[in-house]
């Protein structure tokens, strides 16, 4: 990427996703800069977790460029993938544990696929985790369906930090819980994205969160990026399910709140 801005750590340029005659994404370009929160909003339909899935490589896209840390991804050799995967996590909507293991088990998963590390080091770099994902210590002993949604989605995202990653892409991380829930998770990302320095993907449509969390907004409208910016100038933007969405009541309320200090650093 010689002359390409090294603040950019993701570069998508004419990306296109398609489902048999179904376009989905049509020649889409998107930057996402090194040490922000990015949220990613669209209405229904629009392929936000399709594009979260696209980036990271779990499906191909018809067409484009995907580049991140300045490699180009798509058709890359498997050496060059796994080398760019161990620098992201992801935290999947739910959490998407492994069932049959323990919170300890599914965050060491990633953990033993690094050559070296016995299995007291996994342990202590696991409850590391744990404990910055924001759960008691006891529950690394339990089972995934032992613990609520919220406690399970604190768990998801302990596993995504198992590596240590520069990137972090979190699907709809929010979605299910209860206002408190909801706060607590926000404030956690806020927290770890300024502590750690992650570069955070985050498709949500918790406008409590873009307002708590995000750096910036990348709205998928018409099978592309129609804009991106600050909530601020979201609020300007001449787009009728843009104005929509970021003025009407759930707007306004969200709104109010960020007003009275949530998020707040």
């Not at 993701?10 to 800069?33: K, P, S």
């Not at 580049?67 to 991804?73: A, D, L, V």
């Not at 985790?129 to 089972?143: D, E, M, N, Q, V």
């Amino acid at each position: 990427m010689s002359g390409a801005d090294p603040e950019v750590v993701i570069r998508l340029r004419g990306v296109t996703n398609a489902f048999g005659t179904q376009v989905v994404h049509d020649a889409l370009d998107l930057d996402i800069r090194r040490g922000e929160v990015l949220g990613v909003v669209g209405g229904s339909g629009t392929g936000k977790s399709v594009l979260l899935r696209t980036i990271v490589g779990l499906r191909a896209p018809q067409a484009g460029s995907i580049e991140i840390f300045g490699t180009e991804t798509v058709g890359c050799d498997e050496v060059t993938r796994a080398a760019i995967d161990r620098r992201m996590g992801v935290m999947f909507q739910d959490g998407a544990l492994f069932s049959s293991l323990t919170v300890r088990e599914n965050v060491e998963v990633p953990l033993r696929a690094v050559p070296g590390l016995s299995a007291d080091v996994r342990r202590g770099l696991a409850d590391l985790k744990i404990s910055l994902s924001g759960l008691p210590w006891l529950a690394g002993g339990k089972y995934p369906s032992e613990l609520s949604g919220g406690m399970r989605k604190r768990a998801g995202l302990a596993r995504a930090l198992a590596l240590d990653p520069e990137i972090v892409f979190l699907d709809e991380p929010t979605a299910g819980l209860d206002p408190i829930g909801a706060t607590g998770f926000d404030e956690l990302i806020h927290g770890l994205s300024r502590s750690l320095g992650l570069t955070v993907f985050l498709v949500t449509h918790d406008l409590d969160t873009l307002h708590a969390t995000c750096d910036r907004i990348a709205v998928l409208a018409e099978k592309r990026v129609l804009v991106t910016g600050t909530m601020t100038e979201m609020l300007a933007v001449d787009h009728p399910w843009v104005h929509e969405y970021f003025h009407g009541p759930r707007a306004r309320a969200a709104q109010e709140t960020a007003g009275q200090g949530r998020g707040a650093d």
